[in-house]
């Protein structure tokens, strides 16, 4: 239905976007996660046409968008990463003014904003100003004024930062209901790996403006179908705990979340010894181990080196 083909953007010299191709079939959810600055809020203005690529194209229904944008506005509705809404407005002055921009036949608009207020619960609150609202409020506003004009394709881009986890389920039952019920294709960018488990069914890993890994979530985690995740827990955090697990030739990444050391290691290497001699040579009380498949936030710490939430 949308597709990217070797999507590139480049700021001066800075690469944003580099070659990424990416594709959302009709009625599909779909992921794209990577670490700040990879380029995903950069792909998705170019997919949206919200910015030109330097290269690469966009295709809608298998046709270029270049030079006629507007078949592919009227169809796609785009959550922006910042909050874009007038704060001096209530709820519905601005639903009024983002359906005349969307030039919403004005007899379908009054009962379209009430429609999609309830949707995503603000139908109490539709008389007040905006810059009266709570940042969870002021996101669901955002995703309103995106559903407005009823889009086949729904792209958000970290549509929960910073919202309490109330709001969080509820846009995100929100966005499953939509799919599940009127077929809106979804691209989701998150930092938060739970969202995509619960809402994808593929997902797009990116990093310095590439992509990195794709498929299935089921595709994906078989990156590491080889290795095992061993979790250890500290009493008190060592760095050089740390650095002996880092040093070693069989554990392929060590990170440390708090008071965790996240390892990954191939399967077959018995690591139990090695870290317990890690921690008594540093000095380190263990408080306990555990062995894991890898999860789709391991893929992604081993892909990128860094955390989801980094
Ligand atoms: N308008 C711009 N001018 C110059 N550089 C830019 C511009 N927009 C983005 N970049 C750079 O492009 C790279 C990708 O940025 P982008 O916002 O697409 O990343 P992101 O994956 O959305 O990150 P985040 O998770 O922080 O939102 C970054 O290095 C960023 O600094
Ligand atoms: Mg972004």
């Known amino acids: 239905m949308l597709e990217a083909i070797n999507l590139t953007k480049t700021y001066k010299s800075t690469p944003a976007v580099k070659?990424?191709?990416?594709?959302?079939?009709?009625?599909?959810?779909?992921?794209?996660l990577g670490p700040n600055g990879a380029g995903k809020s950069t792909t998705i203005s170019m997919l949206s046409s919200l910015i030109h690529p330097t290269a690469g194209e966009v295709l809608l229904k298998g046709e270029s968008i270049k030079g006629q944008p507007q078949h592919l506005r009227a169809i796609l509705g785009v959550v922006p990463q910042d909050i874009a809404v007038f704060p001096d407005l209530t709820a519905?002055?601005?639903?009024?003014?983002?359906?005349?921009?969307?030039?919403?036949?004005k007899k379908d608009l009054k009962n379209r904003i009430e429609e999609v207020l309830?949707?995503?619960?603000?139908?109490?609150?539709?008389?007040?100003?905006?810059k009266t609202f709570s940042g969870g409020m002021k996101r669901r506003l955002n995703i309103a004024v995106a559903l407005l004009h009823e889009p086949e394709i729904l792209i958000m881009d970290e549509p929960t930062v910073g919202i309490d986890p109330q709001s969080r389920s509820y846009i995100l039952e929100t966005v499953k209901k939509l799919n599940e019920e009127k077929g809106v294709t979804v691209l989701y960018t998150s930092h938060y790996m739970e969202e995509v488990e619960f809402l994808c069914k593929r997902l797009y890993i990116m990093d310095r403006g590439e992509v990195i890994a794709s498929g299935t979530k089921e595709e994906v985690k078989n990156i590491l179908s080889s290795e095992h995740t061993i979790e250890v827990e500290m009493e008190v955090a060592k760095d050089e705990f740390l650095q002996r697990l880092q040093t070693h030739p069989a554990i392929s990444t060590a990170t440390i979340l708090d008071k965790k050391v996240v390892l990954m290691a191939p399967k077959e290497i018995n690591l139990l010894e090695d870290v317990f001699a890690a921690a008594k040579q540093s000095g380190t009380v263990l408080k306990g181990i555990q062995i894991m498949a890898p999860s789709l936030e391991d893929v992604f710490l081993h892909l990128t080196g860094r955390t989801l939430r980094d």
Do not use: A, C
């Open 92 to 105: 519905r002055e601005n639903m009024l003014f983002f359906g005349k921009v969307y030039k919403l036949p």
């Open 19 to 32: 070659g990424v191709n990416l594709y959302l079939e009709k009625g599909e959810t779909v992921g794209l």
């Open 118 to 130: 309830k949707l995503v619960g603000l139908e109490q609150q539709h008389k007040k100003q905006v």
